[in-house]
């Protein structure tokens, strides 16, 4: 850092994560000498707000991306593959929002709260968990800490901002011709007309797999970042999207290794840093997407046991997942990247793309 901050890129810088990296950049106070957004070249020249200012969008290419200290990319995975090594050549820590850099061996998978450790391993580029296994694992690491989990099986309720903003204009207009007695415009972001409807597909399947590659991530990331073996943890997840704008949520069992009340659960829970435990359901009180949207922390309520295993409770957990499931994660990462003195390229560092 040379004297008053970074020099930091925000690739994706028009996106639904990359407007929120900006905003919080700019809202926690991260200590930037000059802040650079990147789109692709339809939107170059597009203005976006960061603190009190306004900043024009840039289109990446070999001379645009010199002398960047840290940069936080969010512009799918094909951008993060091709661009994100060449930002590490040239000097610069990425903290990447994708998928692509998740489950490479030399790339630290890192949630704050779970297992800040792991970023100091980073070879240049530094992973943000997907928002569904992010939101999870900071409410399930500390049970797991406390007394093992050898089982989760989750089903997601997710918005569709978790698929940028196309999608959430989707729905809109789907939402609002379908009101107003017009037939709806067809889907072009999802498979099938997301208003008034349920989707048990988030993202694609795979030629074989039965399962999408959104639960394969939440299944193979979970055990990356609680660094457990298949064997010590077994993971079944449903993903289904549902017509919701903001705020994901999710109905989790899961099977510990010693008994835990639900009372322990709760008292684990409360003093567990990110989150939040809003738990009196009989008086109408349990986490909502509405009350997540806007907030950092993880809510987790409906904590109960479950009446078919006496080593299991069944819980659900809400988080918004532009911010902690996105956003607040990464510029969480380049806090502690901060704090640890690791914006810095290890000497000699190379990260190769996956074959
Ligand atoms: N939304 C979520 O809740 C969430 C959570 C976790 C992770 N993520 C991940 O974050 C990434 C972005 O998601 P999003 O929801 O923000 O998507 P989005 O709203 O669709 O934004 C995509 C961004 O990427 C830029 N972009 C696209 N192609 C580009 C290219 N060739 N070169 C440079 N920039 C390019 C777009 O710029 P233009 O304006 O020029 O098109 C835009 O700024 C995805 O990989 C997604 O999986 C999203």
């Known amino acids: ?6 020099r930091i890129g925000v690739v994706g810088a028009t996106g639904a994560v990359g407007a929120t990296i900006l905003e919080l950049l700019a809202a926690r106070g991260f200590p930037a000498r000059e802040v650079v957004p990147f789109s692709s070249q339809r939107s170059a020249g597009t203005k976006v707000h960061y603190g009190g200012s306004e900043l024009e969008c840039r ?4 001379d645009a991306i010199q002398g960047f200290d840290l940069v936080l990319s969010s512009a799918g995975g094909k951008v993060s593959a091709e661009w994100a090594p060449r930002f590490v050549e040239a000097g610069a820590v990425v903290v990447d929002n994708t998928s692509f850099w998740r489950m490479h061996d030399d790339v630290p998978l890192v949630i704050t709260e779970v297992n800040p450790d792991a970023a100091a391993e980073h070879r240049g580029i530094v992973a943000n968990p997907n928002c569904s296994t992010m939101q999870m694992l900071v409410a399930l690491a500390p049970l797991h800490r406390a007394v093992g989990i050898e089982r989760i099986v989750v089903s997601t309720y997710q918005p ?9 204009e989707e729905l809109k207009a789907q939402t609002h011709a379908l009101l107003h007695d017009s037939d709806a415009p067809a889907a072009a ?10 989707l048990p597909q988030v993202e694609t399947f795979k030629a074989g797999d039965d399962y999408t590659t959104e639960e394969r991530k939440m299944m193979a990331e979970t055990r990356k970042i609680l660094g457990v073996s298949e064997e010590e943890l077994k993971v079944s997840a449903t993903c289904v999207r549902v017509p919701v704008l903001w705020g994901e949520s999710e109905s989790v069992n899961v099977q510990t290794r010693e008994p835990l009340a639900p009372e322990e659960c709760r008292r684990l829970l409360a003093g567990a840093a990110g989150v939040v435990v ?3 359901p009989g008086d109408g009180v349990y986490p909502l997407a509405t009350e997540a949207a806007g907030r950092d922390e993880v ?11 006496e080593r299991c409770l ?3 957990i809400v988080g918004d997942n532009l911010r902690k499931g996105a956003a607040t994660n990464a510029v969480q990462i380049a806090e502690l990247l ?4 690791l914006v810095r390229v290890p000497e000699g560092a190379r990260v190769a793309a996956p074959a």
């Open 338 to 341: 901060h704090q640890r003195e």
């Open 278 to 280: 809003v738990d009196a």
């Open 160 to 168: 569709v901002s978790g698929t940028g903003r196309r999608a959430v």
């Open 299 to 309: 809510l987790v309520g409906r904590i109960r046991r479950d009446p078919s295993h």
């Open 1 to 6: 850092m040379a004297g008053d901050g970074y």
């Open 189 to 198: 972001v999802y498979p099938h007309r997301i208003a008034f409807n349920v």
């Open 314 to 316: 069944n819980m659900w």
């Open 59 to 62: 289109p990446l290419s070999a």
